[in-house]
């Protein structure tokens, strides 16, 4: 079986970083690459954009587009795309709203079974992505990267 070529990375190993060693931004994009690297090899049917809508609207059933929009930092015709393909896999459904200007967001069925089998493989993602921090240090760093989000 012939082996794919690991994607390029950032810096080489043993390649001077200079002063992108000391720059937050840059930690992080790389953090974040490496993350949704192991993300896409555990979880090949879902992005980590995609499962994180899915897990907001399992814990906001009803919730409207544009909040959801919003929670997603997501401009609204960005979002009426990404739920149409969600609605067409059959993982939500769109339900009028009480002030008929609006629809609310639900998981259906196929949704929820799907929202099972994924957090079990985000589970597994998640600990060995921080299995060198202890639970402490993983506390500390939701903290600290919630420091970094929107005020």
Do not use: C
Request: hydrophobic content about 45%; overall charge positive.
């Amino acid at each position: 079986m012939k082996r794919r070529a690991a994607e390029p990375r950032l810096a080489a190993p043993g390649l001077a970083q200079g002063e992108l060693a000391s720059l937050v931004g840059y930690r992080l994009r790389r953090a974040q690459q490496e993350l949704f690297r192991d993300f896409a090899a555990s979880i090949p049917d879902l992005s980590p954009g995609r499962a994180g809508l899915l897990m907001l609207i399992e814990a906001n059933p009803g919730v409207t587009q544009s909040r959801l929009a919003q929670a997603m930092a997501l401009d609204r015709s960005t979002m009426v795309g990404v739920l149409d393909a969600l609605e067409a896999r059959d993982w939500i459904e769109r339900r009028k709203g009480s002030d008929r200007r609006t629809n609310g967001l639900w998981l259906t069925r196929h949704g929820r079974a799907l929202l099972v089998r994924v957090k079990r493989r985000i589970a597994d993602h998640e600990a060995r992505v921080t299995a060198r921090l202890s639970a402490g240090e993983r506390a500390r760093l939701l903290v600290l990267l919630g420091k970094l989000g929107p005020k």
